[in-house]
């Protein structure tokens, strides 16, 4: 693999051409996040797509360059007042053991009154205190506080006994995951063999940890039909649909399809799934995924699940996995805490129980419906169950073992990014009355 850290030195010219990238990419890319609202990542791929005489060094450097400077924006710029170069450059400082070449030129270029030293192995605490030493003569060094690195309302829209802890998971970027659809150990076998370290976990046996920035689809080309590139989370919310042979699923909000083809998994290939969603372009690659991983059973609809008429047919289960304020994500999407509000929980929350309240009617009597949302909001959370269930007596909350621990939940389970190096996730399972 390529690497900013080999010990062959880059050519100049490299090196060079990555502060020129920077110099130019952010300042514009920083524009359309912020005042535009466009995800960080999407914009870096259309870049990339538009340049596609970049390398994989070229486009690696970018990856951590950007989502270094989002990642620490609250402190670096917000508070410190740095321009986006100098943002750039400290960001990789505080997320990085070793600086790479490509920053050490970047330093050069910047002309700080300090020499930039990589603190990536010590605690958000003492980067804190690393900070406020090098910007000593900043007034604004010395409050630095870790709701700076969030928006001022987080503390007011999560467990507030949890808000710190979540905020310092969010400087940490998690590992990729993924799930094995055959033996696990085939996968970290060729893994292996490629010097990629991986991780399994103890109860989710399928789940297999990567080191992010790592090239799935060229290492494991050979495999390519035999994992899924799945967060930990998501895999738990297949596992409390638990759906079982022979049954037929709707996944209302398929996106691209990940838990639908997990659903068809977890049945052995025997049992049906309509997967349906209000973007055409998301189900025909759920449409791609599935013939490549050789999984036939789904099938796929376009449906509005907020406004659209319920289906007259039922479903022996219904996996709501509804749109959300994406919180739960923030240490993969550092940008996303940018670019969200109150009024976009609320919104959120809003359409989340109307979802719910159309999915319901499709629901088998004896059957079960899950509520899924990748975020950590109590008004996303349980407060839309619960209103869920004071309009709708023929519902209740289904006790289920949390997937992660195998300990019992009432119902409901909020995961955090510390239970498993993961997104954070909320689930659940909600059962109707027989009769």
């Known amino acids: 693999m390529d690497s900013d850290n080999t010990p062959n030195p880059l050519p100049e010219k490299v090196v060079r051409r990555h502060a020129e990238l920077i110099v130019d990419l952010l300042p514009d890319l920083s524009k359309l996040v912020f005042e535009d609202g466009r995800p960080a990542d999407t914009l870096l791929n259309t870049y990339l797509r538009a340049h596609r005489e970049l390398g994989s060094r070229d486009r690696r450097f970018l990856a951590q360059a ?21 943002a750039c450059l400290v960001g990789a400082a505080l997320d990085m053991a070793t600086l790479p070449q490509s920053f050490e030129y970047l330093a050069g270029r910047c002309k700080l009154p300090f020499k930039v030293e990589p603190v990536g192995d010590q605690s958000v605490e003492e980067k804190c205190s690393v900070l406020a030493e090098w910007f000593k003569d900043e007034p604004a060094s010395e409050s630095l506080a870790l709701s700076d690195l969030v928006l001022p309302e987080f503390g007011e829209l999560v467990d507030p006994d949890q808000a710190n802890r979540c905020i310092v998971e969010f400087q940490k970027r998690p590992p990729a995951w993924i799930r094995a659809r055959t033996e696990p150990e085939a996968i970290t076998k060729a893994l292996h063999e490629r010097q990629v370290p991986t991780a399994s976990h103890d109860r989710v046996t399928a789940a297999v940890s990567v080191k992010g920035g790592v090239s799935l689809a060229g290492i494991l080309s050979e495999q390519i039909s035999q994992f899924v590139v799945q967060d930990i989370t998501s895999q738990c919310v297949g596992l409390v649909c638990a759906p079982k042979k022979g049954e037929d699923w709707w996944d209302c909000c ?5 838990k639908a083809m997990h659903l068809m998994d977890l049945m052995e290939q025997d049992g049906k799934v309509l997967a349906t969603d209000i973007r055409a372009p998301a189900l025909k690659e759920l449409k791609k995924r599935a013939r490549k991983h050789g999984i036939k059973h789904i099938r796929t609809q376009p449906f509005n699940a907020v406004n659209d008429e319920p289906f007259t047919k039922t479903f022996d289960g219904v996996l709501a996995d509804a ?21 976009d929980v609320a919104q959120c ?60 939940t009432s ?5 955090w990014p510390w239970d498993a190096d993961c997104d954070g996730m909320y689930i659940a399972r909600l059962v109707r009355d027989a009769e």
Request: with cysteine; charged share 20%; glycine share 10%.
């Open 323 to 343: 749109p959300c304020s994406g919180w739960g994500t923030w240490s993969r999407n550092p940008d996303a805490r940018w670019r969200t509000s109150r009024r």
């Open 349 to 408: 929350a809003n359409r989340q129980l109307k979802i719910l309240n159309n999915a319901a009617w499709c629901v088998k009597p004896g059957g079960v419906m899950v509520y899924a949302v990748c975020t950590l909001t109590r008004p996303e959370t349980e407060e839309v169950v619960m209103n869920f269930l004071d309009h709708h007596a023929n519902f209740k909350l289904d006790p289920f073992p949390n997937p992660l621990t195998g300990e019992p």
């Open 254 to 258: 398929a996106g691209a399809g990940g």
């Open 411 to 415: 119902g409901q389970l909020q995961i």
């Open 66 to 86: 950007v989502f270094s400077y989002f990642r620490w924006y609250g402190w670096t710029v917000n508070r410190l007042g740095l321009n986006p170069v100098e």
